[in-house]
């Protein structure tokens, strides 16, 4: 090898070598993946909502529930409160029937999601826009002992508020809106509210961020989010969803743990990288050389007249003849498809008719064979004369009448 291609190779495995330690020591980028699920630590991760709420109801068992509510609601003695925080919640008909059913024995259901279409429970939202640019969102509770505090919120969400609400059985808790430059409300709606059924009641949120690792990192937002939970009884199990998660909760595969880990990602690009390097350098020096293997030679022709010889030396003319008309009985079968099991009149029209010879002629043909089947033995001549007669007939029948 060259000394110029040396440095070249040097060079270029030092530039591979400084990139790989570079992207494997800088910071990585925020994930705003809205995941709401308690294993992920991102910003719209619940990891911290979820050991959170252990501390907020110190005496009220918290179960994790990875079934969907058709399927764990199925016992009738399931009781609790039926917590759910997502992006989107989208529930078949039979299934939030039986959310229905849970709340009128009496339990509870605390959905918190952008945007609801229930129309069993008269429930409706749209989008809430404000015509100023330099808006500013606030949110606040309608409780005596929390109507005097408002919280704001940093990033750009959906915000959503009851359009349509079955006002005989709703109470409104929460309100949220943008404020001008000068703190004057400009926009607001509804967007909390306790919707009472049965023996239960569901309560309906449309800000889920509030439940995040970004909000309750907030020391001020904080406080709203531990408002929003008061709400909560504390005397129900409390029912944990994650099976309505847009984050998934189990590891799909193993490349996907090595690749959400940047050590082990870097190590594995490395390992690729030098496996790529060993194919070109290393695999090629030590191949060894392959051996030239002749292909079989074809022995047909070979042991045809093998086979003839020792017919011939025996001059036994007579099996020679019977072989070459079961031969061409089996000619008949594959290459006209006709069945030869029964020889007569409608048997010689048909093979005259697909090999294109006269009926007199197949029959004269098979007269043949009739008077060889009849004879002890044969001449040389009737057997060179059963084989013209036979090619000729093959020969019409691969290229017509000459």
């Known amino acids: 090898?060259?000394?110029?291609?040396?440095?070249?190779?040097?060079?270029?495995?030092f530039i591979l070598a400084g990139y790989s330690y570079y992207e494997s020591t800088k910071r990585p980028p925020v994930n705003w993946f809205e995941s709401?699920?308690?294993?992920?630590?991102?910003?719209?991760?619940?990891?911290i909502f979820k050991n959170e709420l252990e501390r907020l109801f110190p005496n009220t068992e918290v179960s994790t529930i990875e079934k969907p509510p058709y399927e764990y609601l199925e016992d009738p003695l399931v009781s609790g409160t039926y917590l759910f925080t997502n992006s989107r919640l989208q529930f078949g008909d039979e299934e939030?029937?039986?959310?229905?059913?849970?709340?009128?024995?009496?339990?509870?259901?605390?959905?918190?999601?952008?945007?609801?279409?229930?129309?069993?429970?008269?429930?409706?939202t749209v989008r809430l826009f404000s015509d100023e640019f330099s808006e500013k969102v606030f949110f606040k509770l309608q409780h005596p002992a929390f109507r005097n505090r408002e919280f704001s919120f940093d990033r750009d969400f959906n915000n959503q508020i009851f359009q349509k609400v079955d006002t005989?059985?709703?109470?409104?808790?929460?309100?949220?809106?943008?404020?001008?430059?000068?703190?004057?409300?400009?926009?607001?709606?509804?967007n909390f509210i306790k919707l009472k059924h049965g023996e239960g009641a569901f309560y309906l949120h449309t800000f889920p961020e509030a439940f995040t690792n970004y909000s309750i990192l907030e020391d001020d937002f904080r406080l709203h989010t531990e408002q929003l939970l008061s709400y909560i009884n504390p005397d129900n199990r409390i029912l944990w969803d994650t099976?309505?998660?847009?984050?998934?909760?189990?590891?799909?595969?193993?490349?996907?743990?090595?690749?959400?880990?940047?050590?082990?990602?870097?190590?594995?690009y490395t390992m690729l990288i030098g496996v790529f390097f060993f194919i070109i350098f290393e695999g090629k020096r030590k191949q060894r050389a392959i051996k030239i293997i002749e292909p079989l030679k074809n022995q047909t022709l070979a042991f045809t007249r093998t086979i003839a010889s020792m017919y011939f030396e025996t001059e036994d003319h007579k099996v020679i003849a019977e072989e070459k008309i079961t031969y061409f009985l089996d000619y008949i079968?594959?290459?006209?498809?006709?069945?030869t099991a029964t020889i007569n009149l409608s048997f010689y029209k048909f093979v005259a008719q697909r090999s294109q010879n006269s009926l007199e002629e197949t029959m004269s043909l098979f007269q043949l064979f009739d008077q060889i089947h009849a004879k002890n033995t044969i001449t040389e001549h009737e057997l060179m004369e059963l084989n013209k007669r036979i090619?000729?007939?093959?020969?019409?029948?691969e290229y017509g009448k000459q």
């Open 1 to 13: 090898m060259k000394t110029s291609t040396k440095i070249y190779i040097g060079l270029l495995l």
């Open 36 to 47: 709401y699920a308690a294993k992920d630590k991102i910003p719209y991760g619940t990891y």
């Open 96 to 124: 939030f029937l039986r959310l229905m059913d849970f709340v009128q024995r009496g339990n509870e259901v605390f959905m918190s999601t952008h945007g609801m279409l229930i129309d069993t429970l008269g429930v409706k």
């Open 168 to 190: 005989t059985n709703t109470i409104v808790l929460g309100i949220t809106g943008y404020l001008d430059e000068s703190g004057n409300r400009v926009e607001e709606g509804i």
């Open 243 to 268: 099976y309505y998660k847009n984050g998934k909760d189990r590891i799909a595969s193993p490349m996907h743990y090595v690749l959400t880990h940047a050590s082990l990602k870097w190590a594995y």
């Open 333 to 339: 079968r594959n290459r006209l498809h006709i069945p």
């Open 391 to 397: 090619e000729n007939f093959k020969n019409t029948v």
